[in-house]
């Protein structure tokens, strides 16, 4: 899933020639990407940050020994890694339609969810409003 998020990323924003010259290197790091960090805390339990972030909270969610504080904007429920992902694709309500897509061309990488289950993130059941 990890390498998965990093190919869209290459894809998404690197042209086709740039995409080749980072497939020659040992690794495919570009020096000038904000790189996003992902951290496992238990089983479902994710965080990531941006390697520029300096000020607010660490990780996104916060670390379970944080939750509930200041900078807990998300509550204190843990979040898969899909949900971590689906976050940092997310600008408004909805990951971006790009991110949809994306996890809908690999069902084998991003299970699909029950399309009647409400969301971990906000509880929501689809088509509700808030």
Known sequence: ???????????????????????????????????????????DDWSYRLDSWQ?????????????????????????SLVEVMDHKHTIGDEPLPRWAERKAAHPDVFPVAHADAPSRTTGDTPGEDR
């Open 55 to 79: 000020y607010g909270p660490f990780w996104v969610p916060v670390a379970p020994r944080l939750r509930g504080r200041r900078h807990d904007y998300r509550g204190p429920s843990k979040l």
């Open 1 to 43: 899933m990890l390498a998965s998020f990093i190919r869209e990323y290459i894809e998404h924003w690197f042209n086709q020639s740039y995409q080749r010259r980072l497939a020659e290197r040992a690794l495919d790091v570009d020096s000038g990407c904000n790189t996003v960090i992902f951290h496992k805390w238990s089983p």
